[in-house]
C-alpha cells in the first residue's frame, strides 16, 4: 500500500487468484496479448454476474437509449420542471473487449426531463473523437484514461483519450459535456447531439478544462485543468455570458491527479493528493493512470491562489491522503479557509479499486469520508478533522458558493453490504455536526443527489434534494424528491422505471 | 532534376521500380479534418538534420484535398527517408500550437513511432530502393 506498485501487484495477484480458480482460459481464446487483457477482463466481469447483483450497474449500454416514461408517484414541484441531466461512463465494452477501468467508458449524456404530466428519461452518447473511431473499428482503437492499447492510434494530446464522461454543466446558455483532462464537449441542448470541442481561445485549444468547475453566484465560472505531460495547471475565469475573461498556465512541480477544486471569496483552492504523473512511466507505454505513483511522502499538498494573483502561489500541507471531491470552501474575516471535502487515506479506489469492478470484484477498502479542512493563511498551516460518515458526491445549496455554508448533502454509504458504493442520502449541518439522512437500502445503489433551491427563498438548504438511484433487486432505476431539511421522511415524489441505467456521475438541475 | 523527373514519371507509369538515380515517394496523407488551406510537409535523410526544414531533402505545400491529399517526391537517390507533415488548416504557413505546446492542427509522419512527441529519425525512415507509395495518417 505504500506505493504504487504494491497496488499493481495486488490487482495482478487478483488476477491470478482468478485463472487459478479455472474462471479464465486465455491460451484458448488464442488472442495476442495485448488483446488478451480486455477479452479477459469481459470473461472475468461475465463470471461475476450472477453471482452479484450490484454488477449490472457497470454492464454499461452499447447504445443511446431511447424514451421511456416513468412511473410517477406524487406531484413534481413546478419549480423542478425542466430536466435532470446526469454524465456517467457507460459504454465498458465494445466488440468483446472490456476497459480495465471504470472511468474508461464512454459519456453517456442522461436526460430526466421533469414536466407537468411526469418524467421521462433518455440517454445519448457524446461523440466524442474517441467514441467516434472506435465505434468505427466495432473495437476500442484508442487508449483510455485506465486502458491502454498496445496497438492502438496514437495519441495527439489530451483530447485523444476525452470521453466526456464526467459532468455536465450549462453555463453562458451552452450546455458542455466535460471530462477532467481534456475539452469541453458542447451539446444541442434540444436533442442532446454533439456539436464539437469547446475552445475557449486560440491559445487555449485542447487545454485541460475539468470536469468539476465552480459557477459563482454571480454567474462567474472558474474552472481549472491539469496538463500532466506539460506539469501545468491551467486556469480559467469565464463571465457570466460564456465569454473567456481570463486564462492562464501555472507550472506545479510533481503535478498530481486533481479532479476538483473550491473557490471562495478571494482565492482559489488545490487540494493535489500525492498521485504524482511520472512522465517516463508513459511514455514506457503505460495507461494514463498507470503512469502516476502513489508518493506518500509528499503528503497532501494545498495549493492556494489569490484570485487576483494567479501566479502568487501559497503552499500548505495535510496529512497523505486522497480526495476526489470537494463539497465547498469559505473563508472568515481572520484569513482562515474553511473547505469540506471527502478524503480517503489513500488512492486505492482511482488506482486499484474502480478497475476491481470492472472485472466485477468488490474490494472492501477504506472508503472516503467527511472531512473538515482549516487553512490558516495567516499561521499558514492546514489541519483537518476526518468525521466518520463515509460518503461521496459532495453538493451544496449553489447561492453558497464560495460563501459561508453550513449545509452538506451527499451520497451515504451506511451498510449496503459486500458491494461498491452508497445505500443513503444525507444532509450533513456542519456547524452542529448533525447529520439527517434517508436510507433507500441496501439492493439500492445511490447516484450523485443533488440540491435545488425554493424559487423565492434564500435561505440556506430551503428547498427540494433531487436524484437518481438504481434498485438492484428489481432491475429499477428511480428518481426522487425530498424536501431537502426533511430527508429522514422520505422521498416526496418518486418515479421508477424498469431499466437499470449504468451508475453514473455527475448531474444538474436545468430549469424549464 | 528535370530528367530525373521525366525518369520517374516513366517509371510510374511503367509501373516498374525506379531507376537507382531518381527514384519517386508517393505519400498518401490521410485524415485531414478538412479540405481547407494546405498539407505541408518535408522529407529528410538524417538523424542530425531531422524535423529542421533548412535541412530538408525536399519540401512541398499541396492543397487540402480532404480525404487523401497526394504529395510525390520525385528524383530520390535510394536511401533512408523520413517524413513529416501537417495539415495548415488555417494556412498561417506553421503548425499552430496552445499555449501548452501542444499542436492544435493534425500531423504525422512516416513509421510508427511517436507516441509521446515527434519519432526519431530512425523510427520514421523508411529505407528506399524502389519507388514507394506510402499512407501516412494525419493525428
Known amino acids: 500500500m505504500q506505493d504504487f506498485l504494491s497496488h499493481d501487484t495486488t490487482r ?3 488476477l491470478q487468484r482468478l485463472l487459478g480458480a479455472g474462471a479464465l482460459s486465455l491460451p484458448a481464446l488464442g488472442l495476442p496479448l495485448a488483446a488478451r487483457a480486455d477479452a479477459a477482463t469481459a470473461q472475468a466481469f461475465e463470471a461475476q454476474r450472477a453471482a452479484h447483483p450490484w454488477t449490472q450497474a457497470f454492464v454499461g449500454v452499447q447504445a443511446d437509449v431511447a424514451p421511456m416514461a416513468m412511473t410517477l408517484h406524487g406531484k413534481l414541484p413546478p419549480a423542478l420542471h425542466g430536466a435532470l441531466l446526469r454524465n456517467g461512463p457507460a459504454r465498458h465494452q465494445l466488440g468483446g473487449m472490456r476497459y480495465h477501468h471504470w472511468f474508461d467508458g464512454d459519456g453517456l449524456l442522461q436526460r430526466y426531463k421533469l414536466g407537468p404530466t411526469g418524467i421521462t428519461h433518455e440517454g445519448r452518447f457524446v461523440r466524442t473523437e474517441k467514441y467516434l473511431a472506435d465505434t468505427a473499428a466495432g473495437k476500442p482503437v484508442i487508449s483510455g484514461f485506465g486502458t491502454f492499447l498496445a496497438d492502438g492510434k496514437p495519441p495527439t494530446g489530451p483530447d485523444s483519450l476525452n470521453v466526456a464522461n464526467t459532468s455536465v454543466v450549462k453555463h453562458g446558455g451552452e450546455l458542455m459535456a466535460l471530462w477532467e483532462g481534456g475539452s469541453a464537449y458542447r451539446l444541442d441542448e434540444a436533442t442532446l447531439e454533439t456539436r464539437g470541442v469547446k475552445t475557449w481561445s486560440p491559445d487555449f485549444a485542447g487545454v485541460p478544462f475539468s470536469a468539476h468547475p465552480r459557477i459563482e453566484p454571480d454567474g462567474t465560472m472558474w474552472n481549472f485543468g491539469v496538463s500532466a505531460m506539460a506539469g501545468r495547471l491551467a486556469l480559467y475565469r469565464v463571465r457570466p455570458d460564456g465569454v473567456l475573461a481570463t486564462a492562464t498556465t501555472l ?4 503535478i498530481a491527479m486533481v479532479h476538483d477544486f473550491a473557490v471562495t471569496e478571494k482565492h482559489l483552492v488545490f487540494l493535489l493528493p500525492p498521485l504524482v504523473f511520472d512522465v517516463a512511466r508513459m511514455k514506457s507505454k503505460m495507461s494514463f493512470l498507470d503512469a502516476h505513483v ?14 487576483d494573483a494567479l501566479d502568487k502561489p501559497q503552499w500548505f500541507e495535510l496529512p497523505t491522503g486522497f480526495v476526489f471531491h470537494i463539497g465547498n470552501a469559505w473563508e472568515d474575516p481572520d484569513g482562515v479557509i474553511r473547505l469540506d471535502c471527502m478524503r480517503a487515506a489513500d488512492a486505492w479506489h482511482a488506482t486499484v479499486g474502480l478497475k476491481e469492478v470492472m472485472r466485477g470484484h468488490f474490494g472492501t477498502e477504506e472508503f472516503a469520508h467527511l472531512t473538515l479542512v482549516e487553512i490558516d493563511l495567516k499561521a499558514r498551516r492546514a489541519r483537518q478533522q476526518v468525521l466518520p460518515q463515509a460518503s461521496e458526491f459532495p453538493r451544496i445549496d ?9 449545509q452538506l448533502f451527499a451520497a451515504l454509504r451506511l451498510s449496503p453490504g459486500d458491494r461498491p458504493g452508497y445505500d443513503a442520502v444525507m444532509r450533513h449541518d456542519i456547524g452542529r455536526g448533525h447529520t439527517d439522512h434517508y436510507r433507500y437500502g441496501a439492493d439500492v445503489m445511490v447516484e450523485e443527489h443533488l440540491f435545488v433551491p425554493r424559487p423565492g427563498s434564500t435561505r440556506e438548504g430551503d428547498g427540494w434534494l433531487v436524484g437518481t438511484a438504481l434498485d438492484l433487486a428489481k432491475g429499477r432505476t428511480l428518481f426522487s424528491v425530498f424536501e431537502a431539511q426533511r430527508l429522514a421522511d422520505g422521498p416526496v415524489v418518486q ?3 424498469p431499466r437499470l441505467m ?11 | 532534376m528535370k530528367l530525373s523527373h521525366l525518369i520517374a514519371i516513366a517509371a510510374i507509369s511503367a509501373g516498374t521500380g525506379g531507376t537507382a538515380a531518381a527514384l519517386t515517394l508517393t505519400i498518401e496523407v490521410t485524415d485531414a479534418r478538412s479540405a481547407q488551406g494546405q498539407v505541408s510537409a518535408a522529407i529528410y535523410n538524417s538523424e542530425t538534420g531531422w524535423l529542421k526544414i533548412e535541412n530538408a531533402v525536399q519540401t512541398q505545400k499541396v492543397p487540402s484535398a480532404g480525404d487523401k491529399t497526394v504529395l510525390v517526391f520525385t528524383g530520390l537517390a535510394p536511401g533512408r527517408y523520413a517524413f513529416s507533415g501537417y495539415h495548415d488548416e488555417n494556412g498561417n504557413g506553421k503548425l499552430d500550437t496552445n499555449v501548452l505546446g501542444l499542436p492544435t492542427e493534425r500531423y504525422g509522419f512516416t513509421g510508427s513511432g511517436g507516441l509521446m512527441g515527434p519519432p526519431s529519425f530512425s523510427d520514421a525512415a523508411v529505407d528506399l530502393q524502389a519507388d514507394t507509395t506510402l499512407r501516412v495518417t494525419l493525428r
Open chain 1, 294 to 307: 502513489w508518493k506518500p511522502q509528499l503528503g497532501l499538498r494545498v495549493l492556494v491562489l489569490p484570485k
Open chain 1, 12 to 14: 495482478r495477484s487478483a
Open chain 1, 495 to 497: 418515479a421508477e422505471m
Open chain 1, 251 to 254: 507550472a506545479v512541480p510533481d
Open chain 1, 502 to 512: 449504468p451508475f453514473g456521475l455527475h448531474a444538474i438541475h436545468v430549469a424549464a
Open chain 1, 398 to 406: 449553489p447561492r453558497r458558493v464560495g460563501q459561508r455554508h453550513q
